[in-house]
C-alpha cells in the first residue's frame, strides 16, 4: 500500500462551503453499522492504537471506534510504534494541535516505509479542513486513510477498502450530519464514563471552526440517553458526563411541539439514580435558569458549571459573534451562587483576539476579578483558516499577547488557591479514581465541584467516601479519609 492514486475526484474531501449549510432535519438511524463480511474476525493476532487530540467528543468517538475495532479482533497497544494499525483523533480549535499531529503523521511516515503492512490514518476535526486535508495529500503519500467527524461508523468499511484494494481513502462527509444510535463501544474508564446528548454547533463564534468540522446540531431523542445511562448504572458506573459542542442548545431542534430542553433531560437523568452527573460545555448565551434550578433540586447533579465567556469586554464579545452583555453573565453568576453557594465555576478566555487594545484586555481582568472563577482555560487567540476572525488584519504583537497570558495566568492561580483553601478544615464526598499517579501511597479522586483531591487512607476505586481536607494548592485539595 505504498503508492497511493491521486485522483482527487475519486475522493470525498472535505467542503467548507458544503459543511457552513444548515438545511435537512438530522435523521436519526438505529442501525447504521455493521462488520463487512471481508473483515469477520480480520484482527485477530494484531494490534491497534488510537491517538486522541482535543475534547470529550473526541475522547466519545474513540472509544466508539475501539469497540467497532474489538469486535473484528483487534486488541489495543498502548505503543503505537509497535502496532498494526494507528489512528489519530484529530482537534482543529488551535494551530499547536495541527502541529502535534503533522509530527506524528512524519513518524508513521517512516514506519511505513520499513513496514509496508503497517496502516494509519487521520480522522476527527482536523480531517474535516480543506486545506488540512490538501497538506496530506501533498506530503504524505503514504497515508491509508482520511475521514472525518460524521462517518465514524464507518471505519470498518474504510478499512477494508484499504485493505483489500490497496488505495487511499479519503472519506470526510460535508453534509449536516445524522444520529447514528446503537454503536458498539469500549469505555477508557469503567466508573465514570461521556454520554453525547447532541452533536454540532450551530453558534459560528468567528474564532471557531466546531460549525464546521463538527456540523450542525443534532439532538439525541430523550430515550436513546436515558437508555444509554441506565445501561451504564447496570454495568457499575458511578458518573456520566453529559457532552456536547453546545450541551444546553439540546432540543432546540426539535419540532416546536416537543420544547424537551436541556433542564428537562438533566431532570430525567437525574431521576435514573446515577449517583454523580457532570456536564459540559456550555454557551452562557443558551444557559437558561431553569437548568439551576434543576441543579438545585437534585443532589447526584455535581455542583460545577463550566460556563466559557471568553473576553471581558462587549465589543470583542460581538466581534467574536458571541453578543451578550456582560451584565446578564454576572447575573447569571449571581443566580448560580445564590441558589447554589458551594458550586464552583470555571471558564475559557482568550487572550489577543484581532485588535484587542489594552482596555479590553484590561476589562477580562476586571471580569475575573469580580467573578473570582474557580478555574480557567485559557489560551492565546490561534487563527483558524475558515473562519470569520481569519481575515482580520491584526496589529497586536506575539509578544504582547504573551505578556498578557501571562498576566491574566497570574490571577487565575491566585484565585484557584483562594478558592481551594476554602475548603481547608472541612469534609467532602471524593468519588475515588485510585492511587495517585506520583505516590502510590496516596488515593486520588474528585470533590462534587470538579477538584483533585489526593488523601491518605484506605478506599478502592469506585468508592465514595468522606475526606477532611487539610491544605490546598492551586491545583489540588489534600487530607485525609474520616470514618
Same mark, same amino acid.
Given at each position: $500500500?505504498?503508492?497511493?492514486?491521486?485522483?482527487?475526484?475519486?475522493?470525498?474531501?472535505?467542503?467548507?462551503?458544503?459543511?457552513?449549510?444548515?438545511?435537512?432535519?438530522?435523521?436519526?438511524?438505529?442501525?447504521?453499522? !455493521?462488520?463487512?463480511?471481508?473483515?469477520?474476525?480480520?484482527?485477530?493476532?494484531?494490534?491497534? =492504537?488510537?491517538?486522541?487530540?482535543?475534547?470529550?467528543?473526541?475522547?466519545?468517538?474513540?472509544?466508539?471506534?475501539?469497540?467497532?475495532?474489538?469486535?473484528?479482533?483487534?486488541?489495543?497497544?498502548?505503543?503505537?510504534?509497535?502496532?498494526?494499525?494507528? *489512528?489519530?483523533?484529530?482537534?482543529?480549535?488551535?494551530?499547536?494541535?495541527?502541529?502535534?499531529?503533522?509530527?506524528?503523521?512524519?513518524?508513521?511516515?517512516?514506519?511505513?516505509?520499513?513496514?509496508?503492512?503497517?496502516?494509519?490514518?487521520?480522522?476527527?476535526?482536523?480531517?474535516?479542513?480543506?486545506?488540512?486535508?490538501?497538506?496530506?495529500?501533498?506530503? &504524505?503519500?503514504?497515508? #491509508?486513510?482520511?475521514?472525518?467527524? =460524521?462517518?465514524?461508523?464507518?471505519?470498518?468499511?474504510?478499512?477494508?477498502?484499504?485493505?483489500?484494494?490497496?488505495?487511499?481513502?479519503?472519506?470526510?462527509?460535508?453534509?449536516?450530519? #445524522?444520529?447514528?444510535?446503537?454503536?458498539?463501544?469500549?469505555?477508557?474508564?469503567?466508573?465514570?464514563?461521556?454520554?453525547?446528548? $447532541?452533536?454540532?454547533?450551530?453558534?459560528?463564534?468567528?474564532?471557531?471552526?466546531?460549525?464546521?468540522?463538527?456540523?450542525?446540531?443534532?439532538?439525541?431523542?430523550?430515550?436513546?440517553?436515558?437508555?444509554?445511562?441506565?445501561?451504564?448504572?447496570? !454495568?457499575?458506573?458511578?458518573?456520566?458526563?453529559? *457532552?456536547?459542542?453546545?450541551?444546553?442548545?439540546?432540543? *432546540?431542534?426539535?419540532?416546536? !411541539?416537543?420544547?424537551?430542553?436541556?433542564?428537562?433531560?438533566?431532570?430525567?437523568?437525574? @431521576?435514573?439514580?446515577?449517583?454523580?452527573?457532570?456536564?459540559?460545555?456550555? &454557551?452562557?448565551?443558551?444557559?437558561?435558569?431553569?437548568?439551576?434550578?434543576?441543579?438545585?433540586?437534585?443532589?447526584?447533579?455535581?455542583?460545577?458549571?463550566?460556563?466559557?465567556?471568553?473576553?471581558?469586554?462587549?465589543?470583542?464579545?460581538?466581534?467574536?459573534?458571541?453578543?451578550?452583555?456582560?451584565?446578564?453573565?454576572?447575573?447569571?453568576?449571581?443566580?448560580?451562587?445564590?441558589?447554589?453557594?458551594?458550586?464552583?465555576?470555571?471558564?475559557?478566555?482568550?487572550?489577543?483576539?484581532?485588535?484587542?487594545?489594552?482596555?479590553?484586555?484590561?476589562?477580562?481582568?476586571?471580569?475575573?476579578?469580580?467573578?473570582?472563577?474557580?478555574?480557567?482555560?485559557?489560551?492565546?487567540?490561534?487563527?483558524?483558516?475558515?473562519?470569520?476572525?481569519?481575515?482580520?488584519?491584526?496589529?497586536?504583537?506575539?509578544?504582547?499577547?504573551?505578556?498578557?497570558?501571562?498576566?491574566?495566568?497570574?490571577?487565575?492561580?491566585?484565585?484557584?488557591?483562594?478558592?481551594? !483553601?476554602?475548603?481547608?478544615?472541612?469534609?467532602?464526598?471524593?468519588?475515588?479514581?485510585?492511587?495517585? @499517579?506520583?505516590?502510590?501511597?496516596? *488515593?486520588?479522586?474528585?470533590?462534587?465541584?470538579?477538584?483533585?483531591?489526593?488523601?491518605?487512607?484506605?478506599?478502592?476505586?469506585?468508592?465514595?467516601?468522606?475526606?477532611?481536607?487539610?491544605?490546598?494548592?492551586?491545583?489540588?485539595?489534600?487530607?485525609?479519609?474520616?470514618?
Amino acid at each position: $500500500m505504498s503508492s497511493k492514486k491521486r485522483d482527487l475526484s475519486k475522493y470525498f474531501l472535505p467542503d467548507f462551503k458544503q459543511a457552513r449549510k444548515r438545511i435537512k432535519k438530522a435523521d436519526i438511524i438505529e442501525n447504521g453499522f !455493521e462488520i463487512p463480511t471481508n473483515l469477520v474476525n480480520y484482527g485477530i493476532g494484531k494490534t491497534y =492504537h488510537i491517538k486522541t487530540f482535543g475534547c470529550q467528543s473526541n475522547l466519545r468517538d474513540t472509544e466508539t471506534m475501539m469497540g467497532m475495532l474489538e469486535l473484528i479482533g483487534y486488541e489495543f497497544n498502548e505503543n503505537p510504534l509497535t502496532s498494526d494499525l494507528v *489512528i489519530l483523533n484529530t482537534c482543529a480549535i488551535r494551530e499547536h494541535a495541527e502541529d502535534k499531529v503533522f509530527a506524528d503523521i512524519g513518524i508513521l511516515e517512516k514506519i511505513k516505509k520499513t513496514n509496508p503492512n503497517f496502516i494509519f490514518g487521520v480522522c476527527g476535526c482536523m480531517a474535516q479542513e480543506e486545506i488540512v486535508v490538501k497538506r496530506i495529500l501533498k506530503s &504524505n503519500s503514504n497515508i #491509508d486513510f482520511i475521514f472525518g467527524t =460524521h462517518n465514524v461508523h464507518r471505519i470498518l468499511n474504510i478499512l477494508e477498502q484499504v485493505i483489500f484494494e490497496k488505495n487511499l481513502v479519503v472519506e470526510v462527509w460535508s453534509h449536516e450530519g #445524522d444520529v447514528i444510535e446503537n454503536l458498539p463501544t469500549k469505555r477508557s474508564n469503567n466508573l465514570k464514563g461521556f454520554v453525547n446528548v $447532541m452533536y454540532g454547533c450551530d453558534k459560528f463564534c468567528t474564532y471557531c471552526i466546531v460549525p464546521v468540522t463538527r456540523g450542525k446540531i443534532r439532538s439525541r431523542r430523550k430515550q436513546d440517553i436515558l437508555n444509554e445511562v441506565n445501561q451504564m448504572i447496570s !454495568e457499575g458506573y458511578k458518573e456520566v458526563t453529559l *457532552i456536547g459542542q453546545n450541551v444546553n442548545s439540546y432540543g *432546540i431542534d426539535f419540532d416546536n !411541539e416537543s420544547r424537551y430542553l436541556f433542564w428537562n433531560l438533566l431532570e430525567d437523568v437525574a @431521576k435514573t439514580g446515577i449517583k454523580r452527573i457532570r456536564f459540559t460545555t456550555s &454557551n452562557p448565551w443558551n444557559f437558561s435558569k431553569e437548568i439551576v434550578d434543576v441543579m438545585k433540586k437534585y443532589q447526584n447533579i455535581m455542583p460545577h458549571i463550566h460556563l466559557p465567556i471568553q473576553s471581558g469586554d462587549e465589543l470583542i464579545l460581538k466581534k467574536m459573534n458571541r453578543a451578550m452583555k456582560i451584565s446578564d453573565y454576572i447575573e447569571l453568576i449571581d443566580y448560580i451562587r445564590y441558589n447554589i453557594p458551594n458550586c464552583s465555576i470555571t471558564t475559557d478566555l482568550i487572550v489577543g483576539f484581532p485588535n484587542e487594545t489594552k482596555e479590553q484586555f484590561d476589562k477580562t481582568l476586571e471580569l475575573y476579578k469580580r467573578i473570582e472563577f474557580d478555574n480557567a482555560f485559557t489560551f492565546i487567540y490561534s487563527k483558524r483558516d475558515g473562519t470569520i476572525a481569519a481575515i482580520i488584519p491584526d496589529e497586536i504583537t506575539i509578544e504582547e499577547k504573551k505578556e498578557r497570558l501571562q498576566k491574566l495566568n497570574e490571577i487565575v492561580k491566585y484565585y484557584s488557591k483562594k478558592n481551594n !483553601e476554602k475548603y481547608v478544615n472541612k469534609v467532602i464526598e471524593v468519588l475515588v479514581d485510585g492511587p495517585s @499517579k506520583k505516590d502510590k501511597n496516596v *488515593i486520588s479522586g474528585y470533590s462534587p465541584q470538579w477538584k483533585v483531591v489526593n488523601f491518605i487512607g484506605e478506599a478502592k476505586a469506585g468508592e465514595i467516601v468522606k475526606v477532611l481536607i487539610t491544605s490546598a494548592s492551586r491545583f489540588t485539595l489534600n487530607g485525609k479519609m474520616i470514618d
